[in-house]
């Protein structure tokens, strides 16, 4: 199985800071690499998509860069609503691997 | 959207289906089955192919052979058929549906205990 590490696992940012989340596959997974966010209580949501493609009625403030096995999400100006969790996926191969999430809080 | 349902409390080693019933768009997409126990990460569960790639079925080793997906494109309603149920299935169970880009729609999810 595709292992995928995702850091930090946590992380304290201010309103208006950027932020930069990273994962790491344990092997080249062609650009097949997901973002998510996720709030408490709630069904994950579709952020990014193929490393860098933003899901319709995303914002733009959300950006995804990486290639190979290494990928980045990030934020470029933390807002209130940005507080969740976020999780990477690869669905190059099966099964599908998640990262094991990064919390993003209010400092 | 879709709307999942069927969860709630069930014995260890008993069976259950959940729906995922689709409603304003077309489910004619490859469209999966996600898991998340509770205080923990996300966990793939499964996946079925649009008919027209042969509705084919891909499985997490977790539920292989236990979990069947399938599809009623017909009725626009996705199926998990669980079998053999453990407390390590206990979880909120979300479906997902493809549309012109990947796991575009997901549902609000349905929890799923299995305890004695």
């Known amino acids: 199985d595709i292992q995928m590490t995702q850091f930090p696992s946590s992380l304290s940012a201010s309103i208006g800071d950027r932020v930069t989340i990273t994962c790491r596959a344990s092997?080249?997974?062609?650009?097949?690499l997901a973002w998510f966010q996720q709030k408490p209580g709630k069904a994950p949501k579709s952020l990014i998509y193929s490393a860098s493609s933003l899901q319709g009625g995303v914002s733009s403030k959300f950006s995804g860069s990486g290639s190979g096995s290494d990928f980045t999400l990030t934020i470029s100006s933390l807002q209130p609503e940005d507080f969740a969790i976020y999780y990477c996926l690869q669905y190059s191969t099966y099964p599908w691997t998640f990262g094991q999430g990064t919390k993003v809080e209010i400092k | 959207q879709l709307v999942e349902s069927g969860g709630g409390l069930v014995q260890p080693g008993r069976s259950l289906r959940l729906s995922c019933t689709a409603s304003g768009f077309t489910v004619d997409y490859h469209m999966s089955w996600f898991r998340q126990a509770p205080g923990k990460g996300l966990e793939w569960v499964g996946l079925i192919r649009r008919k027209a790639s042969g509705g084919t079925t891909e499985y997490a080793a977790s539920v292989e052979g236990r979990f069947t997906i399938s599809r009623d494109d017909s009725k626009s309603i996705l199926y998990l058929h669980m079998t053999g149920l453990t407390t390590e299935d206990t979880a909120v169970y979300y479906c997902?549906?493809?549309?012109?880009?990947?796991?575009?729609?997901w549902g609000q999810g349905t929890l799923v205990t299995v305890s004695s």
């Open positions: 997902s549906s493809d549309g012109t880009t990947p796991m575009s729609t």
């Open positions: 092997q080249d997974i062609n650009n097949y």
